[in-house]
């Protein structure tokens, strides 16, 4: 069992830069694929980007939303920290979302689809204005 906790989330100006971090429990934590995941007001969440186990290796999606982060967002982990992190760059107002971090010892098999992941954090707002 797993259990992640985000944090990191506050109200940021467009352009600003932010780090959101995921504290996991477990002595398991660098077995498990890791991504980030977000949900805006409205919408159905969506793939941000992940990252293997051994942070060897990162995750982009292919949707027109993760296009955009693309040079702007960087995962990384800390396997002694058991924690993953999401560092966000130029931020702009449609970053704005609830982003969770999720796990998955399989999620790499098809790690854009929520249903990939078995543990799920509560999820951190980030609000990003104008």
């Known amino acids: 069992q797993v259990q992640l906790a985000e944090s990191g989330g506050r109200l940021v100006q467009a352009g600003d830069s932010l780090r959101l971090s995921c504290a996991a429990s477990g002595r398991t934590f660098s077995s498990y694929f890791m991504g980030w995941f977000r949900q805006a007001p409205g919408k159905e969440r969506e793939f941000v980007v992940a990252?293997?186990?051994?942070?060897?290796?990162?995750?982009?999606?292919?949707?027109p939303y993760a296009d955009s982060v693309k040079g702007r967002f960087t995962i990384s982990r800390d396997n002694d920290k058991n924690t993953v992190y999401l560092q966000m760059n130029s931020l702009k107002p449609e970053d704005t979302a609830v982003y969770y971090c999720?796990?998955?010892?399989?999620?790499?098999?098809?790690?854009?689809?929520?249903?990939?992941?078995?543990?799920w954090g509560q999820g951190t707002q980030v609000t990003v204005s104008s």
């Open positions: 990252i293997t186990g051994t942070g060897s290796t990162t995750y982009y999606g292919t949707t």
């Open positions: 999720a796990g998955g010892a399989y999620a790499y098999r098809d790690y854009e689809n929520t249903r990939a992941y078995d543990y």
